[in-house]
Nanobody
Framework: QVQVVESGGGLVQPGGSLRLSCAVS???????????LAWYRQVPGEQREFVAR???????TYSESVKGRFTISRDNAEKRVYLQMDSLKPDDTAVYYC????????WGQGTQVTVSS
């Protein structure tokens, strides 16, 4: 199984910034630089929501709610994907999940982000 581990969550005031990090392991059948990676988030009682995606070539896609505020990036040497979150709002409060997308999706354990004054 591909292992996915998120970190960097925490408490931040509205308008603040936070940077999430996700480490993705390699296996005999999985190479990080060829992977499509994404971030999702989920509020208790609600469906998991797509946030951002980055392809093997670096192309990015964002949900409309975070476009212009969040930036997804990847470091193939370190085998990590990042989510830089700026101008955070209370509605951004959620558990954020990193995912390796493909024929199957491998999920991380999630990291809590709380935006509150």
């Amino acid at each position: 199984q591909v292992q996915v581990v998120e970190s960097g969550g925490g408490l931040v005031q509205p308008g603040g910034s936070l940077r999430l990090s996700c480490a993705v392991s390699e296996t005999a059948s999985f190479t990080f630089r060829l992977a499509q990676l994404a971030w999702y988030r989920q509020v208790p009682g609600e469906q998991r929501e797509f946030v951002a995606r980055i392809t093997r070539s670096g192309g990015t896609t964002y949900s409309e709610s975070v476009k212009g505020r969040f930036t997804i990036s990847r470091d193939n040497a370190e085998k990590r994907v990042y989510l830089q979150m700026d101008s955070l709002k209370p509605d951004d409060t959620a558990v954020y999940y990193c995912a390796r997308e493909g024929s199957r999706t491998d999920w991380g354990q999630g990291t809590q982000v709380t935006v509150s004054s």
